[in-house]
């Protein structure tokens, strides 16, 4: 159906279109609720353009400088098609595969509409957990370059403290966790009154959550309105994307003439991964798992594993996780550092595991609290320990590999399954649509159990 439209002319779009709209490549579908019936399709653009180019005259030069200071000189494919959507200040909903570059898109958005002169919170981005909300401060940090203030405001943070700072200089930005940005509401520490942005990233996993759904709707519906602030709905997976959009419109959390910005729709993994599994029995899955540590010498590794079941932990058992390190803490003879994040670890120990991953080589066995958004682009190999609950949880483990957008080296992903588990791992395959291949045990592995 998106190909049968050949031009975005965007009916009841809220602000006049930069020229680009008018012309982008053929992946990008657009569907703004007004006419929903026929998403639309942007025509590709005459000529690669830079970031800067894309962003002509609507973000601040600093921010920009910032940008180019770092790097980031071409705008990704997910940038080039959804810069001018969101420029141009209408709502947007932001769908593209992992590590494609959603984060600066949604931040120079940010940045073109803030008033940096104004002394208020005008510019709110929700994240999922207190790991991704490190990140995304940082990176709002560097491109504001010090003409506004960017604030956390994130679980185990130091809320006390914040909520003064907060009444003393009210920051442009802030980068909240749900809870911890309700709980500062609710003390009457700021109001959002003031918000003409509001961005939720990884917007599927945020909804799916029973814990935050429910303050996530305060935020959308009581503590600000649709109608005054653009809003940005950011992620890699959103099922049944069609009743999303429509949902958006018809509870007011965005405004009727909201644009989906879709990047590779038929292909939702990243095409350079390498994916490969491994048929054995529990018993044997520590083994294998050091035996492909050695056999694969990976650069920097994450291996996901479970989170414990209330049931399992009644029963006294120890999670995946304890088991995990304390076997590669004991065996593993590489030189990564093994690590571990998970969500029964306090708030301290959570951020020193953060911190220590940054910039060396690691091994970090983590739950799926890793699985979103955690931008660690020097991670080759996934390994996934416990085989994800779903297809979506498997392609954001995945995504956190082969994150170098202008790099083709090929990174890989290994699961270890059991023969009952094979058909697990084979809907996956058919819903994400990727090719994964057996790696025989018995060829490999030289073991005695
Ligand atoms: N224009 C650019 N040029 C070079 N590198 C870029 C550019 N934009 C983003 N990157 C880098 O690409 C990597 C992935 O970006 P980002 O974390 O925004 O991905 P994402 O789409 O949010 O992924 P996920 O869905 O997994 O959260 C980051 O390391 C980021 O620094």
Request: glycine letters at 4%; hydrophobic letters at 40%.
């Amino acid at each position: 159906m998106a190909a049968a439209a050949s031009t975005a002319t965007l009916s009841g779009c809220a602000r006049p279109l930069p020229s680009t709209l008018n012309s982008s490549p053929s992946s990008t579908r657009l569907a703004p609720f007004a006419s929903r019936s026929r998403p639309r399709r942007l025509r590709a653009a005459a000529a690669a353009a830079t970031l800067r180019e894309v962003c002509s005259g609507r973000v601040p030069d600093h921010v920009l400088q910032g940008a180019e200071d770092v790097g980031y000189i071409s705008p990704t494919e997910v940038q080039e098609q959804s810069l001018p959507v969101l420029l141009s200040g209408l709502d947007c909903i932001l769908h593209a595969q992992t590590g494609s570059g959603k984060t600066l898109a949604y931040l120079l958005a940010v940045f073109s509409a803030i008033d940096v002169g104004r002394s208020s919170v005008q510019a709110l981005v929700i994240v999922p957990t207190r790991e991704l909300g490190i990140q995304v401060t940082k990176v709002a940090r560097l491109l504001a370059a010090k003409t506004c203030n960017v604030m956390a405001l994130l679980d185990g943070g130091m809320l006390t403290r914040q909520k003064s700072w907060l009444k003393a200089k009210p920051p442009a930005i802030i980068v909240a966790t749900v809870a911890s940005l309700c709980q500062m509401v609710e003390k009457r520490a700021f109001s959002l009154g003031s918000i003409k942005i509001l961005v939720i990233d990884e917007v599927d996993f945020i909804f799916g959550s029973s814990k935050q759904v429910n303050s996530l709707r305060k935020i959308l519906n009581s503590y600000t309105a649709a109608s005054s602030r653009q809003t940005i709905f950011a992620s890699a997976s959103i099922p049944q994307h069609n009743r999303f959009v429509h949902d958006c419109v018809q509870h007011k959390w965005t405004k009727s003439d909201v644009v989906h910005v879709h990047v590779n729709p038929v292909q939702p993994m990243p095409s350079h991964l390498r994916h490969t599994y491994v048929i054995c029995s529990k018993k044997e899955r520590l083994h294998v798992l050091l035996s492909l540590l050695e056999r694969d010498a990976p650069k920097s590794v994450i291996i996901f594993v479970a989170q414990q079941s209330e049931k399992s932990k009644r029963a006294g058992n120890p999670p995946s996780s304890t088991l995990v390190v304390e076997f590669l803490r004991a065996e593993y003879k590489g030189t990564l550092e093994v690590l571990v994040l998970e969500e029964d670890m306090n708030f301290n120990a959570r951020a020193t595991s953060f911190t220590e991953v940054k910039g060396k080589g690691f091994l970090l066995v983590s739950t799926d609290i890793a699985s979103r958004g955690f931008d660690l682009p020097q991670t080759s190999h996934i390994y996934n320990f416990d085989l994800p609950k779903t297809a979506t949880d498997y392609l954001h483990r995945a995504g956190r590999t082969g994150r170098e957008p202008f790099s083709k080296s090929e990174c890989s992903v290994t699961t270890l399954i059991t023969e009952e588990e094979r058909f697990v791992l084979q809907r996956f395959q058919n819903e994400l649509k990727f090719h994964s291949q057996q790696l025989p045990l018995e060829s490999m592995f030289t073991f005695n159990l």
